[in-house]
């Protein structure tokens, strides 16, 4: 993604009119037919592109997901519309995700202005206001719908808003090789105010995201448009058009079309031909991808060494949820960003749609000037213009006392989205699904691959156990696995203390953060944490670490009267750390990379700046969450299942290069290969 530009993203300038429909100053068009949007949406895109039907189709055929995705989310009257219809026809466990681009996305309170013409879609209009995303470009995944464990069917809905421009934020998906889209709503302004919504490169992206059979349909039939789609191999036909429009357009990618990125390999998998799937690791990471793959109809087996779940880093009884902070816009600065607003939303739909709760407490989070005192030299603690203001803005000292509800004498940031959670509660609801076993107590010292499927066992204990599909979510441990053992991930000691309430702490509304963190009350006790020791395995307590600890907060916040009285109270826990601060998530390459690189690299020409890396077959990783395991958890769990069921990737191609457990090794290799060393053998 191209990161200097517009981080975040100017709003829709609407034009009321008397009618109450909005017009588009920007581009001097509108956004749907005066003659009627809802019944425009009906026709030019639900029954052209004959969605019930091929919806029920494709449950009779045992196919597990439906994918729509659309050019310019507008007032998101197309995607209601789809969803009520998606609602009525019910169609069996077959999931529908619905993918929109949009550039200028409306304000919230236009938009739910606008939604308010159709009483009819007013429910699914709610959802939608409810979760509508801030301005921040990039990939928003939103979960909408209600419960499918508790309702035996799956009426939930993925809503993707790509904020940005639509070639690009396409291009960002199309690399990564593993969708295919069924259906496509091309809804940009018309091509003569807009002509970039037609241009050719993004028709070559629609193109390289279609396969045989994906179909698609406009209300537009501009000539130029309609010839590169058939050069591109679609099939194309006028169709009679809405309203005053004579024609629309509809076409289909055809089977014999030219294979130009041969990219897409069997997008669909039936359900009854699933893959086992065990995940070894029961804490947040192995929890929440569990999760996501037996919510997409895996049948999961978590297996872990403690005595039960969230036994390692995240047993903690209070976990902050807060976004890391970047200076500048960046690949990590899109995935920090990302994963905190994945994490809030998805903390609040799960709360919300009746699983199992886990003491969300959304009270927001207060990062004071001094939560950064050592890692930023220069530059203001509160000056952050890349982020939108819904997301975070500074505040004053005066500010921040006011809303923290105690006294404050630093300026910072105040993220209004973040706030707490139990850990704990947290794992155990993504386990409570009924699709997913734990089987705890169980160490599993070695896998092997038989050719065919993985072999787990513990020699020691005589277990054994096979599956097709092994994810390694064991944090810093997953260097003792043979397989692990070139990853760089290593332990990081935090120890967190327990201090009862005082008259004065209990009033605090929010969490804190500043040399450390301190939370609202949970019970009689706050939680400050952490320490920070790295390359520790020790989970004792230490009296140093809490006197540390409760001497930061105290010189931070002296009138709380905080103290812990002859008392050791806290929880000490092991987290995996990267050398990079980004987790490692993706396939696991086998052993051949490290020495390939490692060993083998001074033999490497100066052209060769990427070894490409063999991998185990059906061995994944998700590791590498250090402190953040809470914002990062639940986007890289989403991310690598929808990697597993080749389904659109929840984050752009250039967000998850710094999740590649490779990348240390190929920024290595990019480093010789410009080396002078290398370059010297070349002729004098
Ligand atoms: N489908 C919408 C609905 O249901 O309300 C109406 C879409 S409106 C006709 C066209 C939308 O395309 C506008 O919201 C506009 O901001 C957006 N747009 C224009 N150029 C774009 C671009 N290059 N990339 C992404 N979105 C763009």
Known sequence: MNFSIDPVLEKADIQWQESGEPFSRHYQDIYFSRAGGLAETHHVFLQANDLQQRWLQAEQTNTDSFTIAELGFGTGLNFLATWQLWRRTRPGRLRLHYISCEKYPLAAADLSKVLSNWPELAQEAAALSASYPDH????????????????GIHPEITLDLYFGDAA???????????????????????????????????????????????????????????????????????????????????????????????????????????????????????????????????????????????????????????????????????????????ACRLYTWLT???????????????????AYRHTRKTGSATNYPHYDAQVLHAVTAEQASNIANIRVDEPGVFMPGGGWLNPVLLCESYLSHPDIELICNTRIEQIEHDGACWHLSNPATGFTHQSEIVILATSHEITTMAQGAGLPVSP???????????????????VVC??????????????????????????????????????????????????????????????????????????????????????????????????????????????????????????????????????????????????????????KLRKLSASPRLHSRAPK
């Open 136 to 151: 921040s470009s990039g990939y928003h995944r939103l979960l909408l719908g209600r419960n499918p464990t508790t309702e």
């Open 168 to 342: 690009h934020m396409l291009a960002e998906q199309a690399r990564q090789g593993q969708t295919r889209i069924d259906a496509w709503f091309l809804d940009g302004f018309a091509p003569r105010v807009n002509p970039e919504m037609w241009q050719e490169s993004l028709l070559e992206q629609i193109r390289a995201l279609s396969g045989p059979g994906s179909s698609l349909s406009s209300y537009s039939v501009t000539g130029k448009v309609i010839r590169t789609l058939q050069v591109l191999g679609f099939q194309v036909e006028k169709r009679k058009g809405f309203g005053l429009k004579r024609q629309m357009l509809f076409a289909e990618l055809m089977p014999a079309a030219p294979v130009k990125e041969a990219k897409i390999e069997g997008a669909r998998t039936e359900l009854a031909a699933r893959p086992r799937i065990t995940v070894l690791g029961a804490g947040l990471a192995g929890s929440s991808t569990a999760w996501q793959l037996a919510r997409r109809g895996y049948q999961v087996i978590v297996i872990d060494a403690n005595k039960q779940a969230a036994g390692g880093a995240s047993g903690n009884p209070q976990a902050v949820l807060q976004c890391r902070l970047n200076r500048d816009p960046s690949a990590e600065w899109q995935f920090n960003l990302h994963s905190y607003l994945y």
């Open 352 to 370: 919300h749609t009746g699983h199992k709760p886990f003491h969300w407490h959304d009270c927001g989070v207060l990062t004071l000037a001094s």
């Open 492 to 510: 990081l000691r935090g120890q967190v203390s327990f201090v009862p309430t005082t008259a004065n702490s209990g009033k605090l509304s929010c």
């Open 514 to 667: 500043a040399s450390r963190y301190l939370t609202p009350a949970f019970g009689d006790d706050h939680s400050i944490g952490a320490s920070y020791i790295k390359n520790s395995t020790d989970t004792e307590l230490s009296e140093q670490e809490q006197a540390e600890n409760l001497a930061a907060i105290k010189a931070d916040f002296p009138g709380l009267n905080l103290d812990t009285p002859g008392l050791l109270a806290g929880r000490a826990g092991i987290r995996g750390g990267s050398q990079d601060f980004m987790p490692l998530v993706g396939q696991v390459p086998d052993n051949r990379f490290w020495q390939e690189v490692d060993g083998g690299s001074q033999h490497l020409s100066g052209h060769a700046r990427e070894v490409k890396a063999n991998h185990y077959p059906g061995l994944f990783v998700n590791v590498g969450h250090g402190s953040h395991g809470v914002a990062t958890t639940a986007l890289c769990a989403d991310y690598l299942a929808a990697m597993i069921s080749k389904e659109a990737s929840p984050i752009p191609a250039s967000v998850a290069r710094c999740l590649d457990p490779t990348r240390f090794q190929q920024r």
